[in-house]
Nanobody, 122 residues
Framework: VQLVESGGSVVQTGGSLTLSCAAS????????MSWLRQAPGKGPEWVSS????????YYANSVKGRFTISRDNAKNTVYLQMNSLKPEDTARYFC????????????????WGQGTQVTVSS
């Protein structure tokens, strides 16, 4: 199983980024996927999830209305479009296969990637 994130960068407050996560080693179209983030010195924080059965999406209150999760099952890829970025969004973002959609701890993640760094400058 492999999850490889890309797209992280340094952006200014109010900017946008799109993160990608390429999955392999499992049947991507059969599983729900999540994005989490972890800032230095803090635990992981659940950001968003997308279900495979009905495509329903879920967001943490801190990103609702600014971030959009999507997936392309043909490409085995999940995306996170991030708009109106704030300094508090600075973190390492990683995708994961969760045991349930709002999982915010490594103990309920089946697999996760190494992550990609997002830094929002003020």
């Amino acid at each position: 199983v492999q999850l490889v994130e890309s797209g992280g960068s340094v952006v200014q407050t109010g900017g946008s980024l799109t993160l990608s996560c390429a999955a392999s080693g499992f049947t991507f179209s059969n599983v729900d996927m999540s994005w989490l983030r972890q800032a230095p010195g803090k635990g992981p924080e659940w950001v968003s999830s997308i279900k495979t059965a009905d495509g329903k999406t879920y967001y943490a209150n801190s990103v609702k209305g600014r971030f959009t999760i999507s997936r392309d099952n043909a490409k085995n890829t999940v995306y996170l479009q991030m708009n109106s970025l704030k300094p508090e969004d600075t973190a390492r973002y990683f995708c994961a296969r969760p045991q349930f959609y709002s999982c915010s701890s490594y103990v309920c993640l089946d697999y996760w990637g190494q992550g990609t760094q997002v830094t929002v400058s003020s």
